[in-house]
């Protein structure tokens, strides 16, 4: 398949680590997107573990992933105010020839070190109250606020959660579409940290947490990656 070759080329570990996925429009479509900065690369569908759709009011809403070749596609009922992915994007190890492949530490002879590369998306999609009560995901960036309501320029403050608890020390992506080196704040020791919003239209905060595994045959970390999504500006001309 075109799309496995495509993955085996792309298959180092800086690109498994420095991805991410988040929510956004295609021709129409909503969308979940792999990428680092403003790439939009194909992925197995099949990595997909988990996707939650939320109203309002906090209750489910339907969500189906519409499975493409590379790449996939929700359809909801409704518009939901909060969407959930999870994506689990597997194994890397570092062979004794220096070179990564996407499998775990135990399959690959003389392997020199390996990790599993875990990413996590929370969308901000049609809320005009209070943000309602979130399902835990493993990382999380959470608005302390609706960011809906917002403008390019003004202040957002968040909390960064690592298993449902406040995370210190750990740098957030202020636009990781247009500028993923930059990381202009870090949390603090409530896991919160203030940031500007950057883009009247979509807007892709990103955050990301690695934990070392002990005694684990297929991995020596867990590296988790997590973005927060939404649109800001709403009532700009475009």
Same mark, same amino acid.
């Given at each position: 398949m075109a799309v496995i070759a495509v993955l085996a080329v792309l298959g180092s570990v800086q690109a498994a680590l420095a991805h991410g996925i988040w929510l956004a429009e295609r021709r129409g479509e909503l969308a979940i997107v792999y990428g680092h900065g403003a790439s939009d690369d194909p992925y197995d569908p099949g990595k997909i573990s988990?996707?939650?759709? =939320?109203? #309002?009011?906090? #209750?489910?809403?339907? $969500? #189906? $992933?519409?499975?493409?070749?590379?790449?996939? *596609? =929700?359809?909801?009922?409704? /518009?939901?105010?909060?969407?959930?992915?999870?994506?689990?994007? !597997?194994?890397?190890?570092?062979?004794?020839?220096? /070179?990564?492949?996407? /499998?775990? /530490?135990s399959e690959v002879d003389g392997a020199k070190t390996a990790g599993r590369y875990v990413k996590h998306a929370l969308a901000i999609r049609h809320l005009h109250g209070d943000l309602p009560e979130l399902p835990e995901q493993d990382l999380q960036i959470v608005p302390?606020?609706?960011?809906? %309501?917002?403008?390019? !320029?003004?202040?957002?403050?968040?909390?960064? *959660?690592? @298993? !449902?608890?406040? *995370?210190?020390? %750990?740098? &957030?992506?202020?636009?990781?579409?247009?500028?993923?080196?930059? @990381?202009?704040?870090?949390?603090?020791?409530?896991?919160?940290? #203030? &940031?500007?919003?950057?883009?009247? !239209? *979509?807007? %892709?905060?990103? $955050?990301?947490?690695? $934990?070392?595994l002990e005694n684990d045959p297929d991995a020596d970390i867990v590296e988790h990656f997590a973005t927060l999504s939404f649109t800001a500006g709403r009532g700009h001309a475009h």
């Open positions: 988990k996707v939650q759709a =939320l109203g #309002e009011d906090s #209750e489910p809403v339907s $969500v #189906e $992933v519409e499975d493409r070749e590379t790449h996939a *596609l =929700l359809a909801t009922i409704g /518009k939901p105010a909060i969407v959930l992915v999870d994506f689990d994007n !597997g194994f890397y190890s570092e062979g004794a020839d220096g /070179k990564w492949v996407n /499998k775990p /530490k302390l606020g609706n960011p809906s %309501v917002l403008s390019a !320029g003004t202040p957002l403050r968040l909390r960064v *959660l690592y @298993k !449902g608890r406040p *995370l210190a020390g %750990v740098a &957030l992506i202020a636009d990781y579409v247009n500028m993923p080196e930059d @990381k202009p704040a870090t949390t603090d020791a409530a896991g919160e940290a #203030e &940031l500007i919003v950057r883009n009247n !239209g *979509l807007n %892709v905060i990103a $955050v990301s947490h690695g $934990v070392p």
